[in-house]
């Protein structure tokens, strides 16, 4: 699926992060044969074009298609960096001595490169004379791609510059009010997107935003606001629309070929394809993921990002009705079916699926290096499965939004709701699929618990760890760090009241006179 290959990005070409209203250079003139934001907004292809490029937005280095997992994945407990690079090592770390330092900034700006897209779209298709329905569903479009932007903002950044309109010269957005204002306006743009998107696509048209998408991530605004009546209510709907199901396998959410299907709510579409550097950013450039190239085994991949040994054990914590291993271990992680204190059992599936590339074991590929034996690889995203080795362009589209989130989602509102015998239905089709036993009754205590773990085994490595500890207040009292280093011991160097949030660039600060995050001075 590679609709986004369709884009012209020649109208939004310049650079629309906050801090680039410096003077131009005398030679530095526009190009008088390029379209401008005036003469470009012609007609309905006019409008298809700005949404594409809206979408492109979410290609962004700062975005999925690299950093975001090193500000979500690997500063959660789940993850974390021996890079090389010490500043990369150092910002999962929650050390961060220079606040322009390119992750943090590519992070921060690149979102905002997706929403002067996403403005620009709301600006102008209004005014051009189109098929109404293809109208609304273009702006809702538009307004989906805008709130899952200032979705990832607000949680990294917690009070974001609220930009509404296309960037100008003169163009000086306010920076939130606080975080419910961010929250309110997410809430805001999905309403409408909801209103104006289709529940489906078909042909080439498969991959864009849906009714559905808004719909989901409404309810994960909602559910990251502690308001479980509204978020239920959203997933409720998403549920009841029949449109989505679990798919048989667990790891077709995570190849290739098995893209855009029963179980996707929403992916950020990527493809191998590529006529230009890896990481440019106009027509006709690379529109691949590079997580797979930054996580990828020694020899393989950079191994920028590396996954915490406990998840292990969580895996282990409960058998399938036959008494093996949950299959989702072997799916989610590369590790030695030798190490220390694991139990290897030679019949058990999970145990006989460790080879990772070249048709190798981890103790044969290192045989003579402990050290990378013993360490524990993401395998979910990675090309294993039909390639020998990663690389910059990796076609595994990100699954933002899957069904089986939904659901446990919605079993967490229902159960903070004190429905708990409603939330139970929902967990056990997550766990029948892989063949877990369904649960018997729990109390409300014991099924909050119990999600806890669920989440962990059916969502590692996907984006949404930093966003459960933030819900669940793990971040916001020392007793919370304190768990979470038992687990990891980057959190020795978490501070309450500073580290739940990146510092805003530094750079944007003196521009824009923004205020800076608590702690960060």
């Not at 309905?44 to 290609?59: F, I, M, P, R, T």
């Not at 500043?87 to 002067?116: C, M, P, R, S």
């Not at 629309?241 to 077709?252: A, E, K, N, Q, V």
């Not at 299959?327 to 590790?335: G, M, Q, S």
Request: glycine share 6%; proline share 4%; with cysteine.
């Amino acid at each position: 699926m590679t609709f986004y290959k369709k884009r012209l990005l020649a109208l939004l070409a310049g650079t629309l992060l906050l801090s680039t209203s410096c003077e131009k250079d005398l030679l530095d003139q526009p190009n008088p044969n390029l379209p401008t934001a005036e003469t470009f907004w012609q007609n309905s292809q006019d409008a298809n074009k700005g949404v594409l490029a809206a979408y492109s937005g979410l290609q962004q280095l700062g975005n999925y298609r690299r950093w975001i997992y090193f500000a979500y994945d690997l500063r959660s407990d789940e993850g974390f960096s021996s890079s090389p690079w010490p500043e990369l090592q150092n910002f999962t770390k929650f050390i961060l001595a220079d606040y322009n330092f390119v992750v943090n900034t590519d992070v921060w700006g690149h979102h905002y490169v997706g929403i002067n897209r996403c403005n620009q779209v709301l600006a102008y298709v209004p005014a051009i004379e189109m098929d109404a329905t293809l109208k609304a569903q273009l702006l809702g479009e538009a307004r989906f791609i805008r709130a899952l932007h200032y979705f990832n903002l607000v949680s990294l950044y917690g009070r974001p510059v609220m930009a509404t309109e296309p960037a100008t010269a003169d163009y000086r957005p306010a920076q939130a009010a606080s975080e419910q204002e961010v929250w309110d306006f997410i809430v805001q743009d999905l309403e409408a997107a909801k209103a104006g998107l289709p529940v489906s696509y078909s042909g080439n048209d498969i991959g864009r935003a849906t009714k559905g998408a808004a719909t989901a991530l409404l309810g994960k605004a909602y559910m990251q606001q502690r308001k479980w009546a509204e978020a239920s209510a959203q997933l409720a709907e998403v549920i009841g629309s029949g449109r989505y199901s679990l798919t048989p396998d667990y790891r077709d959410n995570f190849r290739h070929d098995r893209e855009n299907n029963s179980e996707s709510v929403f992916e950020v579409q990527f493809t191998a394809e590529y006529s230009a550097d890896r990481d440019d950013d106009y027509a006709g450039a690379s529109e691949a993921s590079q997580r797979a190239q930054f996580f990828g085994l020694p020899g393989k991949g950079w191994t920028d990002g590396e996954a915490r040994a406990w998840l292990i054990d969580e895996f282990l914590k409960e058998k399938t009705a036959t008494g093996k291993k949950d299959p989702r271990l072997a799916a989610t992680l590369f590790f030695s079916r030798n190490r220390s204190g694991y139990p290897n059992d030679p019949t058990d599936p999970v145990d006989q699926d460790d080879k990772a590339y070249d048709n190798l074991t981890l103790d044969q590929r290192f045989a003579t290096e402990a050290y990378n034996r013993g360490r524990v690889y993401w395998r979910k995203y990675e090309n294993d499965y039909w390639k020998n080795a990663e690389g910059y362009y990796s076609p595994i589209n990100h699954r933002v939004l899957r069904y089986a989130d939904v659901l446990l989602s919605q079993a967490e509102c229902l159960n903070e709701e004190g429905k708990t015998g409603e939330a139970l239905p929902l967990v056990n089709q997550v766990r029948a699929r892989v063949g877990l036993a369904p649960l018997g009754s729990l109390g409300q205590e014991a099924l909050r618990a119990q999600l806890m773990h669920e989440r962990v085994t059916e969502l590692a490595g996907e984006s949404w760890r930093w966003h459960d500890l933030r819900r669940w207040g793990l971040l916001d009292s020392q007793a919370g760090v304190d768990e979470l280093k038992a687990r990891d011991p980057d959190f020795n160097n978490f501070e309450v009241g500073k580290s739940a949030l990146l510092p805003i660039p530094r750079t944007d600060v003196d521009i824009a006179n923004l205020t800076q995050n608590p702690g960060w001075k």
